[in-house]
């Protein structure tokens, strides 16, 4: 069974910065593809960043040059630094691996932007 545990959101003021984690449980997490996704209140899921097996990255447009997605996997934990932060950062954030064409969740951290 996989599972993927976020922690590290909580209320920050605009131009701030937090660091979210997501552990995997197992040892599987170092084979694949890590994805850190968010869902604004009354909006669809979107694609935040993700990170290969190898280290390369991509990221939204929305959060390019202040998003920092990094994975460590001596821990099986996958992390996302997040820089100047701004009130439309406000979501619930979550990080995903598809493992056999199947998408497997974290339960979502949530984080607030507000002054």
């Known amino acids: 069974q996989v599972q993927l545990v976020e922690s590290g959101g909580g209320l920050v003021l605009p131009g701030g910065s937090l660091r979210l984690s997501c552990a995997a449980a197992g040892s599987i997490f170092r084979f694949y593809t890590m994805n850190w996704y968010r869902q604004a209140p009354g909006k669809q899921r979107e694609f935040v960043a993700t990170i290969t097996i190898g280290g390369s990255t991509r990221y939204a447009d929305s959060v390019k040059d202040r998003f920092t997605i990094s994975r460590d996997n001596t821990k099986n934990t996958v992390y996302l630094q997040m820089n100047s932060l701004k009130p439309e950062d406000t979501a619930v954030y979550y990080c995903?691996?598809?493992?056999?064409?199947?998408?497997?969740w974290g339960q979502g951290t949530q984080v607030t932007v507000s002054s």
């Open positions: 995903k691996v598809q493992i056999a064409a199947k998408d497997y």
